[in-house]
């Protein structure tokens, strides 16, 4: 009977574990969200003055070798800081995904000023690079460095690297909501309670912070005149299939491009950087329009959509150049230009049909928006996140059901073909999973058991579990059971498994396939 009124007092006693870290958060976010808008405004002023260095030298000519000599010494610089901190180099998404798993460590402040600096001056020089990678990984560093100088614990520093993430995501887009589901989804795989509430507070700080610089108006704000009849579903099936097949290309084409670089450019890594320097001159030249991460190009064709053979054009330009400006290693990111690339998908597809005299020309706008969503689904893997971030960016909810059934679609698809997500993709580029390491401090995996795998209905007496690893917890609904052989595994189980810090991503590469005892 004592025993029974201890515990009764222990469940009674407030827990506010959740308060600290949803404040916690908060003040992550709106620094995140601080950085991130000086970053993105400083990259929209630079395409600004780029703009009108173009134009100067179309007007005269002989400011063509200096502009030259700029962008050269750009890339040396930009170049430069990546051979210091490689970690700098691409999106910044696999970098903050590697280090969330643990296969990949870097020092906060070094990364945070380089990549700050770089992003500015590769993405504000017009190649076609997102903003939207190197944001979250500055609002993850901020996150770490925050963890850090507070002197956190090995779990809460992850979980301010996930929320500083979102917050980073966030101010870029101005959606706190899919910027949430993104870090859940794509980078930390894993919804735990605390993750997802402490980095939704983060995110929803950062959007205010942002919304300070820049306003309410959505990033996307695209007015459209109708809504999509059931009748024009059918359309949506194909649209996907589409986006699919497509997303699958670009897929390849991207993780091959490190390599094609590689055997075809006889130059350090390092200076790869000086082809899409030099290349984007005369792109800037003759369509200075199109430069940059994809922005203005949506809100234009969704505007004043071109002709078929003009979006063709587009495309393969933007295609290409935006494999070339990736492929490089230069700091900036491929979100941004996957959303460009599916508008410019989803009105080649419009346009078609409307010259077949299949659908009328009242929809095409629609068909721009849904296939953003449905190209990065298929790209990414994460369904939702991209439902969620186009309803966000466009400001309405009355595409919601015609994003849904393009995005499962198309997702569907590039799965069929053997596709995989993309950011893990170009993480397992980077990294490898760990050795098993038995040496320094602990810390705490948690792995989910989703429904339809292989532990489901087993004990967990069943399973070899790895060594230097202990199963210390399952996490089920809102409580904890503390494990032993007997205990049976269901659908929805959170493992609790500790580990020291080295070894957590070789435990998490191990958990997905552990072997069943022998008998």
């Given at each position: 009977?004592?025993?029974?009124?201890?515990?009764?007092?222990?469940?009674?006693?407030?827990?506010?574990?959740?308060?600290?870290?949803?404040?916690?958060?908060?003040?992550?976010?709106?620094?995140?969200?601080?950085?991130?808008?000086?970053?993105?405004?400083?990259?929209?002023?630079?395409?600004?003055?780029?703009?009108?260095?173009?134009?100067?030298?179309?007007?005269?000519?002989?400011?063509?070798?200096?502009?030259?000599?700029?962008?050269?010494?750009?890339?040396?610089?930009?170049?430069?800081?990546?051979?210091?901190?490689?970690?700098?180099?691409?999106?910044?998404?696999?970098?903050?995904?590697?280090?969330?798993?643990?296969?990949?460590?870097?020092?906060?402040?070094?990364?945070?000023?380089?990549?700050?600096?770089?992003?500015?001056?590769?993405?504000?020089?017009?190649?076609?690079?997102?903003?939207?990678?190197?944001?979250?990984?500055?609002?993850?560093?901020?996150?770490?460095?925050?963890?850090?100088?507070?002197?956190?614990?090995?779990?809460?520093?992850?979980?301010?690297?996930?929320?500083?993430?979102?917050?980073?995501?966030?101010?870029?887009?101005?959606?706190?909501?899919?910027?949430?589901?993104?870090?859940?989804?794509?980078?930390?795989?894993?919804?735990?309670?605390?993750?997802?509430?402490?980095?939704?507070?983060?995110?929803?700080?950062?959007?205010?912070?942002?919304?300070?610089?820049?306003?309410?108006?959505?990033?996307?704000?695209?007015?459209?005149?109708?809504?999509?009849?059931?009748?024009?579903?059918?359309?949506?099936?194909?649209?996907?299939?589409?986006?699919?097949?497509?997303?699958?290309?670009?897929?390849?084409?991207?993780?091959?491009?490190?390599?094609?670089?590689?055997?075809?450019?006889?130059?350090?890594?390092?200076?790869?950087?000086?082809?899409?320097?030099?290349?984007?001159?005369?792109?800037?030249?003759?369509?200075?329009?199109?430069?940059?991460?994809?922005?203005?190009?949506?809100?234009?064709?969704?505007?004043?959509?071109?002709?078929?053979?003009?979006?063709?054009?587009?495309?393969?330009?933007?295609?290409?150049?935006?494999?070339?400006?990736?492929?490089?290693?230069?700091?900036?990111?491929?979100?941004?230009?996957?959303?460009?690339?599916?508008?410019?998908?989803?009105?080649?597809?419009?346009?078609?049909?409307?010259?077949?005299?299949?659908?009328?020309?009242?929809?095409?706008?629609?068909?721009?928006?849904?296939?953003?969503?449905?190209?990065?689904?298929?790209?990414?893997?994460?369904?939702?996140?991209?439902?969620?971030?186009?309803?966000?960016?466009?400001?309405?909810?009355?595409?919601?059901?015609?994003?849904?059934?393009?995005?499962?679609?198309?997702?569907?698809?590039?799965?069929?073909?053997?596709?995989?997500?993309?950011?893990?993709?170009?993480?397992?580029?980077?990294?490898?999973?760990?050795?098993?390491?038995?040496?320094?401090?602990?810390?705490?995996?948690e792995f989910p058991v989703f429904a339809g795998s292989y532990m489901v209905g087993h004990q967990v007496r069943d399973f070899q579990w790895p060594q230097n690893s202990l199963l210390i917890a399952i996490r089920r609904g809102e409580r904890e059971v503390i494990p032993h052989g007997d205990t049976l595994l269901i659908a929805g189980d959170t493992l609790v498994v500790t580990t020291n810090h080295r070894n957590r991503g070789n435990l998490l590469h191990l958990l997905h396939q552990l072997p069943m005892q022998t008998k």
């Amino acid at each position: 009977m004592q025993w029974q009124g201890s515990l009764d007092n222990k469940k009674s006693s407030p827990d506010d574990t959740r308060l600290v870290s949803i404040i916690n958060g908060c003040l992550t976010g709106a620094l995140a969200g601080l950085v991130v808008s000086v970053f993105r405004l400083a990259i929209v002023q630079s395409l600004k003055l780029v703009t009108i260095v173009y134009d100067q030298i179309s007007h005269n000519w002989a400011i063509l070798p200096i502009w030259l000599l700029v962008m050269l010494g750009l890339a040396v610089v930009v170049g430069y800081l990546g051979k210091q901190f490689p970690e700098i180099k691409g999106s910044g998404i696999p970098q903050v995904e590697g280090q969330l798993s643990g296969n990949l460590e870097y020092p906060w402040w070094s990364i945070l000023w380089r990549k700050f600096i770089g992003g500015i001056l590769a993405i504000g020089s017009g190649l076609f690079l997102g903003r939207e990678g190197p944001s979250i990984q500055l609002g993850a560093t901020i996150g770490q460095g925050y963890a850090e100088l507070t002197h956190e614990s090995e779990v809460n520093r992850r979980v301010f690297i996930a929320s500083g993430a979102a917050a980073g995501l966030s101010a870029a887009f101005n959606a706190p909501i899919a910027s949430t589901l993104f870090v859940l989804e794509e980078v930390y795989h894993n919804f735990s309670p605390l993750i997802w509430t402490t980095a939704l507070a983060s995110a929803i700080a950062s959007n205010f912070v942002s919304t300070v610089f820049f306003g309410l108006t959505p990033v996307l704000h695209i007015v459209y005149t109708k809504t999509l009849p059931l009748t024009m579903y059918p359309h949506l099936l194909f649209l996907g299939i589409f986006l699919g097949v497509m997303g699958f290309v670009y897929q390849r084409v991207l993780l091959k491009m490190g390599d094609w670089y590689e055997y075809l450019i006889k130059l350090p890594k390092w200076l790869f950087g000086m082809v899409p320097f030099i290349l984007v001159i005369p792109i800037g030249l003759l369509v200075p329009n199109l430069l940059g991460g994809g922005n203005s190009i949506i809100l234009n064709i969704a505007g004043h959509t071109p002709g078929l053979l003009i979006l063709l054009g587009i495309f393969i330009l933007r295609f290409v150049f935006s494999m070339i400006s990736y492929g490089s290693g230069l700091p900036g990111g491929i979100f941004l230009p996957i959303l460009s690339l599916g508008a410019i998908l989803g009105a080649i597809y419009g346009q078609t049909m409307i010259w077949l005299g299949i659908f009328p020309a009242s929809y095409l706008t629609n068909f721009i928006i849904i296939a953003m969503a449905g190209y990065f689904a298929g790209i990414g893997k994460a369904p939702f996140t991209a439902i969620l971030l186009i309803t966000e960016m466009v400001g309405t909810l009355h595409h919601l059901m015609p994003l849904a059934v393009v995005s499962i679609t198309a997702y569907v698809v590039v799965d069929l073909l053997g596709g995989a997500p993309i950011y893990e993709s170009l993480l397992h580029k980077i990294v490898k999973p760990s050795v098993p390491n038995a040496r320094g401090k602990l810390d705490r995996v948690e792995f989910p058991v989703f429904a339809g795998s292989y532990m489901v209905g087993h004990q967990v007496r069943d399973f070899q579990w790895p060594q230097n690893s202990l199963l210390i917890a399952i996490r089920r609904g809102e409580r904890e059971v503390i494990p032993h052989g007997d205990t049976l595994l269901i659908a929805g189980d959170t493992l609790v498994v500790t580990t020291n810090h080295r070894n957590r991503g070789n435990l998490l590469h191990l958990l997905h396939q552990l072997p069943m005892q022998t008998k």
